[in-house]
């Protein structure tokens, strides 16, 4: 077995053994570190583009087993996850039966749920297993995909699972193992390569190559056919549009409803009525005809930076409207950048330059990396004051890429140096690009944005903050690293609570409406130069979180929790609650 995967595999064991112990205060949970493994490939396979979201919700019973999903944003695909975690290094194989077992299980939950047959006992009925049984059962008659997912920080044989269809929705099957994970992270690319290979196509894609040649780029003008696309879109997904970070607005925008109306009006003016598509690749394989046309047989890390609407809606109108593409083209322009170190150069600025629908904001765009850039830049400069009993300074880890820290502390290849490394950067001072967005918007009285999830809640903390063109500071960081330190707190103090779900959601309601209530009066400097929140401020987080549970779980007319928390409307009649804060800590805020 690979050196490199074997050191590897220690490290990522002690990154999930430590990050348990983070997030459960020291209970004797044995399941807790499979949670914390989902959550750490949930957000590795939103990085790597597989996922566009995803929530770690575990359940087991006889014959059944589930540990999280994920809702597409038109509700018409749905990802299952199961895990299978051993804690062992080096990995163990992990054989075909296991896979097949957890499979099966994963797949009995489903049935049960299109079926209708799922009985939960009484206790379960607050829990957000219920809240995934009830997308399930919305969802049945949209559902177009179903992706179930397989977990595991073992070794296995990758044989190919074939799709299946449960009651005319398509199932396929992804296996993740420590190998590809770790392929994954330490890969000079940002996800795994998409490969398209058109010769196995019924339609063709025509294309003109530019004339001349330069040494950055190629690039070719091609015809996709509409059903063509959709196909494409259906396996890949949001991983075609990996370097475009707008969401699809569902037909909202009058950018969507026109090219809705011509799809299904006028799909043969397609062509001439709309933009197309702008997408960069990594290699183009071509061949003539014999009649002379140019058509391309294979794309290497097709990603498209403009013109992620225009797909998704084309999607959109074809599987849920239902509407023909017979007659429908597309155009593309298909830039291949021959020198990748100028990537993160190029590709941003073709985005920028290309994008002028919808009146997009520079923040859509990779151009807006230099905020992360500058708070990296910061996290590795700054020291922390040393916490109360301890004279050591440490720093506060800003995670700009994903698996970046547990690459980091990889490269010091012996014990000493590793335990440096932890010493100096504590995994619970550690802090990714979505954790950062959850604590600035609850900030900003936003949980309800919060809960809408990692992905969606990013994308509006990049807006806003591109609109407010904030540029990060010393002081900027502090800030950051003190609601920092009062988020982590109060994820700890709810989970003692024992409430038995929905973590997340009480956490951002219950600071959204302290923050408020004190008009964000909190004393940030304090909190930085100590570390920590006063035992007042503790009691004050749990003292509100207990109001905060009582007002998610009573959904109006028995809905669903999770959606619940997701509208304005819930954080606006809780926003209001009177609650008595004490007068110990209402002392501690500070003045303008």
């Not at 999903?69 to 749905?78: I, K, M, P, Q, T």
């Not at 290699?283 to 047989?297: A, S």
């Not at 008009?519 to 003292?543: M, T, V, Y």
Request: charged share 30%; glycine share 4%; aromatic share 10%.
């Amino acid at each position: 077995m690979d050196k490199e995967l074997i050191r590897f595999a220690y490290d990522f064991q002690q990154y999930i053994l430590t990050e348990t112990e983070i997030n459960n205060l020291n209970d004797e949970n044995i399941n807790e570190k499979e949670d914390r493994f989902t959550e750490f490939m949930i957000t590795s396979l939103i990085g790597d583009g597989a996922l566009e979201d995803g929530i770690v919700c575990p359940y087991q019973s006889h014959g059944i087993k589930i540990n999280g999903y994920a809702v597409s944003e038109a509700n018409d695909r749905l990802d299952l996850f199961v895990s299978h975690f051993t804690g062992v290094a080096p990995p163990q194989t992990v054989y075909k039966a296991i896979v097949n077992k957890e499979i099966k299980r994963l797949l009995n939950f489903l049935r049960k749920c299109l079926n209708d047959v799922f009985q939960l006992k009484e206790e379960e009925q607050n829990e957000p297993i219920k809240d995934l049984i009830d997308y399930i059962k919305g969802m049945k008659k949209k559902v177009r995909k179903i992706n179930l997912f397989f977990f595991t920080d073992g070794i296995i044989k990758k044989d190919p699972i074939e799709d299946e269809y449960i009651e005319d929705i398509e199932v396929t099957f992804n296996l993740w193992d420590l190998e590809r994970l770790h392929r994954s992270l330490t890969s000079k690319e940002s996800m795994e390569a998409i490969e398209i290979d058109f010769s196995l196509e019924s339609q063709v894609v025509p294309c003109l190559k530019m004339m001349g040649s330069n040494d950055d780029y190629d690039s070719y003008l091609a015809i996709f056919p509409g059903e063509l696309l959709v196909k494409i879109y259906d396996e890949y997904g949001p991983r075609l549009l990996e370097r475009n970070v707008r969401s699809f607005l569902q037909a909202k925008s009058k950018a969507n409803k026109g090219i809705r109306d011509t799809i299904k009006e006028e799909p043969h003016m397609f062509f001439a009525y709309n933009n197309g598509l702008s997408a960069v690749a990594q290699k183009i394989e071509t061949v003539k005809l014999p009649n002379g046309q140019l058509i391309i047989t294979k794309a290497i890390d097709l990603q498209i930076v403009n013109g992620g609407q225009t797909t998704a809606s084309i999607h959109h109108a074809y599987k849920t409207e239902k509407l023909t593409l017979k007659q429908l083209t597309v155009q593309a322009k298909i830039t291949v950048i021959k020198n990748t170190e100028k990537n993160e150069v190029m590709i941003p600025k073709i985005s920028q330059y290309a994008n002028t629908q919808n009146n997009i904001q520079a923040a859509d765009f990779l151009a807006n990396d230099p905020f992360h850039r500058k708070l990296e830049q910061l996290s590795r400069t700054i020291w922390a004051p040393p916490k109360k009993g301890n004279q050591e300074q440490t720093k506060w880890y800003y995670e700009r890429a994903r698996g970046q820290y547990l690459v980091d502390r990889g490269k010091e290849h012996t014990l000493s140096f590793k335990r440096k490394f932890d010493n100096l950067n504590p995994k619970s001072q550690k802090f990714t690009k979505t954790d950062l967005a959850k604590y600035e918007n609850t900030w900003e009285f936003l949980p309800h944005t919060v809960s809408k999830g990692a992905q969606k809640n990013f994308g509006e903390f990049t807006s806003r903050i591109n609109e407010e063109k904030i540029e990060p500071d010393s002081n900027y960081y502090k800030e950051i690293i003190a609601r920092a330190i009062i988020f982590k707190t109060a994820e700890k103090l709810v989970h003692a609570q024992k409430y038995g779900g929905y973590r997340a959601n009480i956490v951002t309601y219950t600071l959204a409406w302290i923050f408020k209530f004190c008009d964000q009066s909190i004393d940030l400097k304090r909190i930085w130069k100590e570390q920590s929140i006063s035992k007042e401020f503790e009691a004050a987080i749990i003292n509100v979180s207990h109001y905060a549970y009582d007002h998610i779980i009573n959904v109006p007319n028995g809905g669903n929790v999770t959606e619940w928390c997701k509208k304005k409307e819930c954080w606006d009649t809780f926003k209001n609650t009177k609650i008595d804060l004490s007068k110990e800590f209402l002392k501690q805020l500070v003045s303008d």
